[in-house]
């Protein structure tokens, strides 16, 4: 069993920058690859980034590349997810999700998830 912390969110104008933090109970953190996932109001949720379970690999979706970054830190149990350039776009409800697979985009192949943190652009 996993559990997971979301922090970090919150109001930032547009062209800001937020960093959320992802903290999960347990010794198996590190056998997990992670997952960023967020959602609108009245939307899907959809993926937006994901690390392998060493760090070794990241991956994005199209419309953040270039302006989130994905990192972990094993020793904490915590995977972060660095957002810059924010855009009224990115508002959403962003929640981390553990996996027992790699590299999936899904949120169907996520075994486990965070609670969920606001995350608010103004224009």
């Known amino acids: 069993q996993v559990q997971l912390v979301e922090s970090g969110g919150g109001l930032v104008q547009a062209g800001g920058s937020l960093r959320l933090a992802c903290t999960a109970s347990?010794?198996?953190?590190?056998?997990?690859?992670m997952g960023w996932f967020r959602q609108a109001p009245g939307k899907r949720r959809e993926f937006v980034s994901g690390?392998?379970?060493?760090?070794?690999?990241?991956y994005y979706a199209d419309s953040v590349k270039g302006r989130f970054t994905i990192s972990r830190d094993n020793a904490k149990n915590t995977v972060y997810l660095q957002m810059n350039s924010l855009k009224p776009d990115d508002t959403a409800v962003y929640y981390c999700a553990a996996s027992r697979e790699t590299k999936r985009l899904l949120p169907s192949e996520y075994d486990y998830w965070g609670q969920g943190t606001q995350v608010t652009v103004s224009s």
């Open positions: 347990g010794r198996t953190f590190s056998r997990y690859g």
């Open positions: 690390i392998t379970w060493n760090g070794g690999g990241t």
